[in-house]
């Protein structure tokens, strides 16, 4: 959905100068053979763009931001979208939520070049990987568009501001923890991720492992196989039933996927697998609460995929009207979600995971 209101000047940023800028970079392009950035030197000693920060200075109220998801049609981004949409709301800007059916970065990549060619003022990207889509971004912010990612980060000199759902290692210990307690500490376990480049999927993954490795709570439990279901219902939906068949002895699938957590739920649910076989990851609570009532999940967890959106959007804010820079240490407010502190590398963090089981989901709408 998309909502323009009247025109109006930007603080210290006219539509001209972004009309000139892509010109200069259009010049730039063809001159140096599609790279528009000095050198690394160059890069380390300069500021980033012409940003200065002012804590005191208040949000505008005129900014177009757009959202770009992994993928359209999920739940979780359409949650986040919803946060986002009400905090630009709020600002008088405009909003759209826009991007691919698929989770992959070449389908990333022609939003990305749609959106800086459109001048939007802030993007905010949840990527498919870490490093594709960097000369796309690198080339918006050279014309003036504030990048935001949340949920899945690029390399950190690629955008402004990392708006990260929890501490990673928080997360993967958290998997870890809940499948050591639905399995009694010992078993075969399987995982059941998005894509393979997945920069938070990967992350969790990476601290599941060194805990499997080093943390003798869990010597007695064996990661035997990851699968990736790309963020799509019925490819997850598949690869779960591959791993069941390709290890008779699985004890447990965890899935740090919204989307992979539900379809591996319904086939757990109509199988001989359920109550055998346990499920836990990340989920909504809207998507899991039958098979949380029915006995095939015990129990998951997430943050508040709203909440993030929210915080994406005020970061984003922040950052296009010079608020902040995404330098280590400063500081900006979001709304009723309270004051956020910059963190190393431009990360934002919004809190911990939050556990659902039968106790509590019910106090949860989304």
């Not at 998309?2 to 392009?29: D, E, M, N, S």
């Not at 208040?58 to 177009?64: C, G, I, K, P, Q």
């Not at 910059?342 to 809190?351: A, E, F, I, Q, Y």
Request: glycine fraction near 8%; charged fraction near 20%; charge should be negative.
């Amino acid at each position: 959905m998309t909502r323009t209101p009247a025109p109006t000047t930007k603080p210290g940023r006219t539509r001209a100068r972004r009309a000139a800028l892509a010109l200069g970079l259009a010049l730039t392009l063809a001159a140096c053979g599609g790279t528009t950035r000095d050198s690394e030197e160059e890069r380390d000693d300069a500021p980033a763009g012409d940003a200065t920060a002012d804590p005191d200075a208040a949000y505008a109220t005129d900014l177009s931001v757009a959202m770009l998801p992994k993928s359209v049609n999920n739940p979780y981004f359409e949650a986040s979208s919803e946060g986002a949409e009400r905090v630009v709301d709020e600002l008088a800007g405009s909003y759209e939520y826009t991007g691919p059916s698929d989770a992959s970065a070449s389908s990333q990549l022609s939003y990305v070049n749609t959106l800086s060619q459109q001048a939007t003022d802030v993007v905010l990207l949840s990527a498919n990987d870490p490093n594709a889509l960097c000369s796309a971004l690198e080339q918006a912010r050279a014309l003036e568009t504030t990048v935001v990612t949340f949920d899945s980060d690029v390399a950190p000199e690629c955008r402004d501001v990392f708006v990260s759902q929890v501490d990673g290692a928080e997360v993967g210990g958290a998997l870890l923890e809940m499948t050591a307690e639905q399995i009694g500490g010992e078993g075969e376990i399987a995982i059941l991720s998005a894509t393979a480049n997945a920069t938070n999927q990967n992350a969790w993954i990476d601290t599941m492992e060194a805990e499997l490795a080093e943390n003798p709570d869990y010597a007695d439990i064996e990661l035997v196989a990851v699968a990736y279901g790309d963020d799509e219902d019925e490819k997850s939906f598949r690869e779960t039933q591959g791993l069941l068949a390709a290890h008779p002895d699985l004890a447990a699938i965890v899935s740090p996927t919204t989307v992979g957590i539900a379809a591996a739920a319904r086939y757990l649910q109509g199988s001989e697998y359920r109550g055998e076989v346990a499920l836990t990851g990340l989920g909504t609570p809207n998507q899991m609460r039958e098979f949380v009532a029915d006995g095939t999940v015990t129990e998951f967890a997430l943050w508040d995929p709203t909440a993030l959106g929210e915080l994406a959007a005020y970061a984003g804010a922040a950052v296009a009207s010079g608020i902040i820079t995404g330098a280590e240490g400063e500081t900006f407010t979001a709304g009723e979600l309270g004051e956020y502190t910059v963190g190393p590398d431009g990360v934002v963090t919004l809190g911990p995971p939050t556990r659902f089981n039968a106790d509590n989901i019910d106090d949860y709408d989304f």
